[in-house]
C-alpha cells in the first residue's frame, strides 16, 4: 500500500484565496483525521469521520475552515478565505479500526502570505 | 483524557540506551498507552502501544508499572536517525488521542 496520500505537498497563497487540501486514506481504514501543526501550538486535531461521516469537528478553528470526505478514499480540507495564521503544515490520517493507530501521511505545508 | 508530562527536550551520544518517561497520574481503567515518533518534516509514527506491563517490538520497549501512573519508552542502543520528537498519548480506543509537545530526543555522534 502506498500510505496516506496528501496533495499538495506546499501550498504558497496569498491572504484570501480558498485553499483546498487533499486527502487519499489507506484503502480499508475506517477512520481519517485532519490535524494541523505549528511550532506554537503544536500538533492539533482539527476533525475525523468514521465511515465517511464527521464524527467530531470541535477543532475545526472557525467557520473558514471546512472538510468533506465523499467517500471512502478521498477527503478535503477547505480554508475560504484563508489568512496568515493558517499557515501550518496540515496532516492527513487514517486508522483501520480505532483512534489509536493512526497512520499519517506526509503534510501539505501551507503558506499564506 | 488522561493529562500526560514528559520532559521537553533530551540528548544522548550514540549507542547509548534511552528512556524517556511519561507520567499520567489520571489515566483511567481503559486507556491505553501509545507512543509515536516525529521525524523533522514528517508525519508522526506509531511506535508502540501497551495496556500493562512491558511490550517490545522492533523499535522500542515500553515498560509500564502495576499502578500504570506513569509509563518508560526504551530505545536501545540509538542512533542519529533516532533524533525526533517522542509523544506519550493516553486515551481509550474510541477517543482521538491528543497530541501533546513532546519529548524532542537529539542523538549526538
Known amino acids: 500500500d502506498a500510505g496516506v496520500i496528501q496533495s499538495p505537498r506546499h501550498e504558497v497563497t496569498e491572504m484570501g484565496q480558498e485553499v483546498t487540501l487533499r486527502c487519499k486514506p489507506i484503502s480499508g481504514h475506517d477512520y481519517l483525521f485532519w490535524y494541523r501543526q505549528t511550532m506554537m501550538r503544536g500538533l492539533e486535531l482539527l476533525i475525523y469521520f468514521n465511515n465517511n461521516v464527521p464524527i467530531d469537528d470541535s477543532g475545526m478553528p472557525e467557520d473558514r475552515f471546512s472538510a468533506k470526505m465523499p467517500n471512502a478514499s478521498f477527503s478535503t480540507l477547505k480554508i475560504q478565505p484563508s489568512e496568515p495564521r493558517d499557515s501550518a503544515v496540515y496532516f492527513c490520517?487514517?486508522?483501520?479500526?480505532?483512534?489509536?493507530?493512526?497512520?499519517f501521511g506526509p503534510g501539505t505545508r501551507l503558506t499564506v502570505l | 483524557l488522561a493529562k500526560t508530562t514528559q520532559p521537553i527536550s533530551m540528548d544522548s551520544y550514540e549507542g547509548q540506551e534511552v528512556n524517556i518517561t511519561c507520567s499520567h497520574n489520571n489515566i483511567a481503567t481503559n486507556d491505553y498507552i501509545t507512543w509515536y515518533q516525529q521525524f523533522p518534516s514528517q508525519g508522526p509514527r506509531f511506535i508502540i502501544q501497551?495496556?500493562?506491563t512491558k511490550v517490545t517490538n522492533e523499535v522500542a520497549s515500553l515498560f509500564i508499572p502495576a499502578d500504570r501512573k506513569s509509563s518508560t519508552l526504551s530505545l536501545p542502543r540509538v542512533s542519529l536517525s533516532d533524533t525526533a520528537v517522542y509523544y506519550c498519548l493516553v486515551g481509550p480506543w474510541d477517543t482521538p488521542l491528543v497530541f501533546g509537545k513532546g519529548t524532542r530526543l537529539s542523538v549526538i555522534a
Open positions: 501497551g495496556y500493562k
Open positions: 490520517a487514517s486508522s483501520p479500526r480505532d483512534n489509536s493507530k493512526q497512520y
